[in-house]
């Protein structure tokens, strides 16, 4: 199932990770107070945060998925793609605090919620500066290098099937 699947979609998967982490980083080096000192320190610590981040960027990606951000009409449409990024953040963030409500609610009470708010605000300002602007360039530079290859059957003849034809040889981002 995997090997089937469009090369462009581990990039943009790949690309929501890091986008994810960065976000992550940047929500708790805001909300703890040196941060970085204690996380070198404490093991404890580390596990805490770490043991935070998966269940965070899963629910997320989980929310990208069921979203559709990954499919191909979504990617080229900036517009889209931006709304349902924000659709999609916010989803995950509300699955996010009842989970942090849930499982640790003296963390949520301490830091949760102004980690959640950072990881927000910075979430939507590098998805609108990463994603949104540049995964029509990542597309267009996977098709023009034969990275993303795609298949299509045209059933049909005379003049419709061949129009069909050359229409998509002159698409910029069809092979």
Known sequence: MISNQPKFKFVLLVTDILILTISFCAAVTFTVPDFWAVYEKGFYFYF??????????????????????????????????????????????????????????????????????????????????LRALSARHIFRFLAEKNIYQSRVLIVGGDDAGKHVAEALLNDKYSN
Request: net charge positive; no cysteine.
């Open 48 to 129: 805490s945060y770490f043991s935070l981040y998966f269940p965070l960027i899963l629910i997320y990606l989980l929310s990208f998925l069921f979203s559709n951000l990954y499919k191909r009409n979504i990617i080229i449409s900036r517009y889209r793609q931006f709304v349902l990024i924000i659709k999609a953040l916010i989803i995950g963030t509300i699955i996010n605090v009842l989970l942090m409500v849930v499982t640790n609610l003296g963390y949520f009470e301490l830091y949760g919620k102004e980690t959640i708010g950072y990881f927000f605000v910075a979430s939507i300002i590098l998805f609108a500066l």
